[in-house]
């Protein structure tokens, strides 16, 4: 089979590429720069814009699966082309279909919904990889600084996203379905930076912000007001979906969730202060899909 993979170069969209790759598929992934795109040896990767449907008719020629995320372009506005996405996915022949949840109802989610594929809708709980916008500050300082330091989060493995997806789009039985994925445990701030210090040989002091003082830091670097009041809202009041386990992955997957200090050990290298450039970078991509 031929899988194409869109989002391909974001946080999740290289966990799908990667976990259809174990699996033993052909994967084709998309992206706007192919020549700066890195991937695996085995990945056919091709060029292509979901703004642009036109320019997916090529990389979809041979697919029999699709993975697609609901957002597109340097700001990552809603897509407002799925129903000529889906048309060429339909006419190239298409038959599996999985959408990474944006956090709201967008017209390509409520197209796949609403189409013939056998669809799957994966609905993840805040990422691990949220964290690596600690890296900064644990690097220069070790210190982490939070408002609401106790509040709880079922944060999920990037990579338990990618083989939620890749076996929705390899297998049977998952046609409209929506799954919502989380980690294994429910884990506060203060779990969490434990778990990067003893990942990196190094304690990592947590500092709690008030919530005026948050405000004060995250105005102070340029972040919208909608996107503040949006962490405000959901750090203060985290909704039971976010900090709620569930056993989807081992259901689908067949194997349990990876834990926060799994991830913590992958990724300790971008907490120390010796980080090499590359690992430094990999901030950047923590919250692209």
Not at 71 to 97: C, K, M, N, Q, S
Not at 124 to 133: D, I, K, Q, T
Not at 153 to 173: C, K, N, R
Not at 176 to 186: H, I, R, S
Request: glycine share 10%.
């Amino acid at each position: 089979m031929t899988i194409l993979v869109t989002g391909a170069t974001g946080t999740v969209g290289r966990r799908v590429v990667e976990q259809l790759l174990e699996r033993g598929e052909h994967v084709r992934a998309l992206t706007r720069d192919p020549e700066r795109a890195e991937f695996p040896a085995g990945v056919e990767v091709v060029g292509g814009d979901l703004e642009d449907p036109a320019s997916l008719a090529p990389a979809l020629r041979g697919a029999t699966g699709l993975h697609l995320i609901t957002f597109g372009g340097a700001l990552f506005a809603p897509l407002e082309t799925a129903d000529e996405i889906l048309a060429l996915a339909e006419e190239a022949g298409v038959r599996r279909v999985t959408v990474l949840h944006g956090g709201g109802e967008t017209p390509m989610e409520t197209a796949v919904r609403a189409s013939d594929f056998a669809w799957t809708v994966v609905m993840p709980v805040e990422f691990m990889a949220n964290a690596l916008e600690w890296a900064p500050g644990i690097r220069s300082e070790g210190v982490v600084r939070e408002p609401f330091v106790d509040r709880l989060s079922a944060m999920v493995h990037e990579s338990d996203i990618g083989a939620v997806a890749a076996v929705a789009l390899t297998e049977d039985g998952h046609g409209g379905q929506e799954y919502l994925v989380t980690g294994p445990q429910a884990l506060t701030v203060r779990d969490k930076t434990t778990a990067i210090g003893a990942a990196r040989g190094a304690d990592v002091e947590l500092v709690e912000l008030t919530e005026e003082q948050a405000l004060e830091t995250w105005r102070g670097q340029g972040m919208p007001e909608d996107v503040i009041a949006f962490l405000i809202d959901v750090y203060r009041d985290t909704p039971p979906e976010g900090r709620t386990v569930l056993d989807t992955v081992e259901k689908v997957t067949g194997r349990p969730a990876r834990s926060f200090a799994q991830w913590a050990e992958e990724h300790a290298h971008a907490f120390r202060a010796e980080a090499s450039p590359d690992l430094r970078d990999c901030t950047a991509e923590a919250g692209s899909p």
